[in-house]
C-alpha cells in the first residue's frame, strides 16, 4: 500500500494505525456535551515510537495515559476547520509491529459539529429530547480524539449512558443494556462493531408505522445487492427514520442506516435512497475512500450499484432513466460551482479546502458516468458488474485510492488493454467541468417528461386551454420529478403558466418531498409571490441540503424578497444542522 498523507487530517497515518477503539459516554442533555473517555489500540508503524498526533476539534481533554502509564499532552495550533492536533508524547519507546493502549479522559462541546441536541419541541414526539451524530466527512474529532481519516479503519465496542426513558443506537451490533450503577436515573447501552430476518426500522413513535410499511422493500433490496456484490458482512442492517433537521438524504452507518423523514410519503424516492444506502455496506463501509479526495470511489460505485439495483427489481430501462436525472443534476452541480472550479474534478486537490464546502453530486453522478462508459466499452452491465464484484472482494476491510482502482481495472481487463489506453483519464479524472464523454442513455422513460416540458416552454397564452390533469396522470413519479427538472433547466415560465399548472395538476398539494421541492423553485423562479412563503416553510421545516439550500438561494434570488429570505434563515438557524447552517449563511452571503 502507497504511503499514506491525507489534507484533511493531522494525525500521524504513517506512524501508527489504530486497531481497536473502545468508547464509554455519558451523555448529558442539560450542557449538550457528551463526557467522554476512549481507549485506543494503536499498532506501530516504525521504530523508536514515542509519540503520536490525534485529530481533535473544540474537545477538553482532561488526562491521558498509555497502557497506564500518564502521557503528556499538548493542543497544537487550532486551524479553521481542521481543528486542533492533540500531540501525546508516551513516557517510553516502543518497536515497529508493537501495540499500545491509549487512554484519553474529554469533554465535547456544546458547538460540536458532528452532533445536533434537538429540544423536545423539535421532535414528533414533543416530550423528550433527541441527539444525534453525523461523522462524515471530518466531524468525527468533534466527538472524539481519533486518526480521523477513512485511510484508517477500526472495530470499536461502546457503552453509552442515557437516562433511562431514552433509548441508545449505534453503527454497531446491540450487545445488551443494564441500569448506570453511578444513577439509577440511567441506562447503560452496550454496542460493538464487529464483522459479524436482519433489517428493524427506529423512529419517533409517531413516525414508526408509516416507516414500517415504506420500508417493506428492505430485505429483498438485501438479497439482490448480495447476488450483485457478494456476501452482506455487517450482520443487522437497521434503519433509522432521524428527525427533519438531519441534514443528509441518508447516511451509511454499517448496521445503522440513518434517513431522512422527507422520503416518507414520497412514492418511489425512499426505494432509491435505501438502495444507495444499502448499497454502500459494500462500496464504503466495506471498500473506503483512502481519502476524501478520492470520495467518488465511495460514490460513484455505489450510485452504480443503486442502479443496478433498480435495473434487477425494475427494469433496464427505469436504470438507463435514472442515468439521465443524474447527469442533468451533475449539470446543475457544475453550474453552481462554475465550469472551471477544481472542486469539479472527478479527484479533487483538497489541501486547506474544508470537505463541508467541496461536498457536491459530482463525485455522485461524474463517478457514475465514467463507470457507465466504462461498462459500454468493456462489454456491458454484466461484465462490468463483474469487475464491481471482483474489485470489492480484492479491497474489502481496507481503503483504496483512484490509481489503485484503476490498475486494477487494467489488470482485470487485461485483455481490453487497448480499449483502455484510449480514455481520456486526465479529462475524467483531473479536468474541471462535465466529462469528456457524454453516455448515451435509452430516453424511452424520458421522452414524455421532455415532450409535455416543451410544451410549456413553447405555449402561447391562448395554448393554455389544451393542458388539461390528464397530461401528469401518465406519469409516474420519477417521471414527474424529471419533467419538473426540465422545466428547472429553461428559462422562468411566465407567471400566467405557473399559475395555470398549479389550476390544472394542483401541484401546491403534492405531498412527495422531491416534485414539492422542485415544483416551488418553478414558482419562486417565476415570481409568483405566494410561493415564497411556501418555498421558506419547506426549506426550514425540514433541514436536508437538497431541499433547503436551493430552497433559500431561489428566494434570495427574487429581489423582492432576499431580505425576508435572510431573516428567516436567521429566525430558523437554531434548529438547522451546524453544517446546513454554515452553507445556507454562506449562500445567503450572511458572514459569521
Not at 476539534?57 to 492533540?86: C, E, M, R, Y
Not at 441536541?117 to 466531524?139: D, E, I, M, R, V
Not at 444506502?277 to 463501509?285: F, K
Not at 401528469?472 to 413519479?477: A, F
Request: aromatic share 10%; net charge negative.
Amino acid at each position: 500500500m502507497t504511503p499514506v498523507s491525507d489534507p484533511s487530517s493531522f494525525s500521524s497515518l504513517s506512524k501508527c494505525a489504530t486497531k481497536h477503539l473502545n468508547l464509554i459516554y455519558h451523555v448529558d442533555f442539560e450542557r449538550h456535551v457528551l463526557k467522554g473517555k476512549v481507549a485506543l489500540t494503536v499498532e506501530v508503524l516504525e521504530d523508536k515510537f514515542s509519540s503520536l498526533t490525534l485529530d481533535s476539534k473544540d474537545l477538553k481533554i482532561f488526562k491521558v495515559s498509555a497502557n497506564g502509564q500518564a502521557a503528556q499532552f499538548a493542543l497544537g495550533t487550532k486551524h479553521k476547520f481542521k481543528g486542533s492536533p492533540l500531540e501525546i508524547t508516551l513516557p517510553f519507546e516502543l518497536s515497529r509491529g508493537q501495540h499500545v493502549i491509549v487512554e484519553i479522559e474529554y469533554e465535547t462541546s456544546p458547538s460540536a459539529t458532528a452532533l445536533q441536541w434537538l429540544t423536545p419541541k423539535q421532535t414528533a414526539g414533543k416530550k423528550h429530547p433527541y441527539l444525534f451524530s453525523q461523522c462524515q466527512a471530518t466531524h468525527c474529532r468533534t466527538m472524539v480524539p481519533c486518526q480521523d481519516t477513512p485511510s484508517v479503519k477500526h472495530t470499536y465496542y461502546a457503552q453509552v449512558s442515557v437516562p433511562r426513558e431514552l433509548v441508545a443506537l449505534m453503527s454497531a451490533l446491540r450487545d445488551g443494556q443494564e441500569p448506570d450503577p453511578s444513577d439509577s436515573s440511567r441506562v447503560i447501552y452496550r454496542f460493538r462493531q464487529e464483522i459479524g430476518p436482519r433489517s428493524r426500522v427506529w423512529s419517533e413513535k409517531e413516525c414508526v408505522d408509516e416507516a414500517a410499511f415504506e420500508f417493506s422493500e428492505t430485505e429483498t433490496m438485501l438479497k439482490t445487492a448480495e447476488s450483485l456484490a457478494g456476501p452482506y458482512v455487517w450482520g443487522q442492517y437497521d434503519v433509522l427514520v432521524l428527525p427533519p433537521s438531519f441534514p443528509y438524504g441518508g447516511m451509511e452507518n454499517p448496521c445503522l442506516t440513518f434517513v431522512t423523514p422527507t422520503v416518507l410519503a414520497g412514492d418511489r424516492s425512499l426505494a432509491g435512497v435505501i438502495a444507495h444506502e444499502i448499497s454502500h455496506s459494500w462500496t464504503g463501509n466495506l471498500v473506503t475512500n483512502r481519502t476524501w479526495e478520492h470520495f467518488w470511489l465511495n460514490e460513484g460505485h455505489t450510485v452504480y450499484i443503486e442502479r443496478m439495483i433498480a435495473r434487477c427489481m425494475e427494469s433496464e430501462q427505469l436504470r438507463q432513466f435514472k442515468g439521465i436525472g443524474g447527469w442533468k443534476e451533475l449539470q446543475e452541480s457544475v453550474k453552481q460551482f462554475g465550469a472551471n472550479n477544481v472542486l469539479t474534478n472527478l479527484v479533487p486537490n483538497l489541501h486547506e479546502v474544508d470537505t463541508d464546502e467541496a461536498f457536491s453530486l459530482v463525485p455522485y453522478e461524474k463517478g457514475f458516468a465514467l463507470l457507465y462508459h466504462l461498462e459500454e466499452l468493456m462489454g456491458g452491465p454484466e461484465v462490468f458488474m463483474g469487475f464491481v464484484k471482483s474489485y470489492i472482494q480484492l479491497f474489502a476491510y481496507g481503503s483504496v485510492t483512484t490509481e489503485e482502482w484503476k490498475n486494477y481495472l487494467f489488470t482485470y481487463f487485461k485483455d481490453k488493454v487497448d480499449i483502455l489506453n484510449k480514455v481520456d483519464w486526465n479529462g475524467w479524472m483531473h479536468t474541471p467541468g462535465m466529462p469528456p464523454v457524454k453516455p448515451q442513455y435509452d430516453t424511452t422513460m424520458a421522452d414524455a417528461c421532455t415532450a409535455l416540458c416543451q410544451r410549456w416552454v413553447k405555449a402561447k397564452e391562448e395554448d393554455l386551454a389544451s393542458f388539461t390533469e390528464a397530461d401528469v396522470k401518465k406519469l409516474n413519479s420519477p417521471q414527474l420529478i424529471e419533467f419538473m427538472a426540465l422545466l428547472l433547466q429553461e428559462e422562468p415560465l411566465p407567471l400566467s403558466h405557473v399559475k395555470k399548472m398549479q389550476e390544472v395538476y394542483q401541484l401546491n398539494s403534492v405531498k412527495n418531498a422531491e416534485v414539492r421541492f422542485r415544483w416551488l423553485r418553478i414558482c419562486v423562479k417565476a415570481h409568483w409571490e405566494e410561493a415564497v412563503p411556501l418555498a421558506l416553510k419547506m426549506a426550514t421545516e425540514q433541514g436536508r441540503m437538497k431541499f433547503t439550500r436551493p430552497l433559500f438561494k431561489e428566494v434570495y434570488n427574487f429581489s423582492k424578497y432576499s431580505d425576508e429570505a435572510v431573516k428567516t434563515f436567521k429566525e430558523h438557524r437554531g434548529a438547522l444542522h451546524p453544517v446546513t447552517a454554515m452553507l445556507v449563511a454562506k449562500d445567503l452571503k450572511i458572514d459569521g
